[in-house]
């Protein structure tokens, strides 16, 4: 039987193709589908944006920063002028009313009387801590108010002085302490939780965290 001279000419043409491909693949190498063949050039990256500051004297790294370092630039906390001395007992040993009273942030509130538990305005029984690592313990007081707000303050002794190291106030205030720092929660007006981590710095209690949770709605069904 013989062979179709169209059919004989096709298989010798793809045997040909055969051939010079793999005459190329040897000499050259295949490239992966959609990689790239021996030789060819690798296109240039593209660099990627990086962030820059909009005012730069006002940026973090710029040491004449007007923001920066706010908190070193305020004068160191005074002793309370009124306030009761300190003697050997420490805090302690110092009448808390009278402390508050001195203290005119506080002595608004120094009229309700103390209270032990929540529920009406006045001041709360003053907690011992050293916050400070001084070996001393501060004297912490907090004062509710009838519209739902505490307002808090960290007292030092400083020879026979008082100095009020920390004042802060908020709606439904809460305290903690972890190790030596001081942790406030509050509900701010969103009904958020706001937590706020105060630490010593030499001077004053000052922020080193400050965070909000958010509670999710429940579903009314």
């Known amino acids: 039987m013989t062979q179709s001279p169209h059919r004989s000419r096709g298989a ?27 030789g060819e050039p690798v296109a240039p990256v593209s660099p990627q944006p990086q962030p820059e500051a909009l005012w730069p004297a006002w940026s973090e790294d710029s040491p004449r920063a007007p923001g920066a370092a706010t908190g070193t630039r305020q004068p160191p906390p005074a002793p309370l002028p009124d306030a009761p001395e300190v003697g050997p007992g420490g805090l302690a040993a110092v009448d808390v009313t009278a402390v508050v009273k001195a ?12 209270v032990n538990a929540p529920g009406r305005a006045g001041t709360r029984p003053p907690v011992y801590l050293d916050l400070t690592g001084d070996g001393q313990e501060e004297m912490v007081v907090a004062a509710d108010t009838e519209s739902g707000r505490t307002a808090l303050t960290v007292y030092a002794a400083r020879g026979k002085g008082i100095v009020p190291i920390l004042f802060s106030i908020g709606r439904r205030m809460a305290a903690e302490s972890i190790g030596r720092d001081l942790l406030l929660r509050t509900v701010t007006d969103d009904g958020s939780e706001q ?12 922020v080193v965290n400050d965070e909000r949770h ?8």
Request: hydrophobic letters at 45%.
């Open 12 to 38: 010798a043409a793809t045997a040909a193709a055969l051939l010079l491909c793999t005459a190329a693949s040897a000499s050259a190498g295949c490239a992966a589908p959609g990689g790239l063949a021996e």
């Open 195 to 206: 937590v706020v981590r105060y630490h010593w710095d030499g001077t004053r209690m000052t």
């Open 103 to 114: 203290d005119k942030r506080m002595k608004l509130l120094a009229g309700k009387g103390v």
């Open 214 to 221: 958010y509670t999710r709605a429940q579903d009314p069904s």
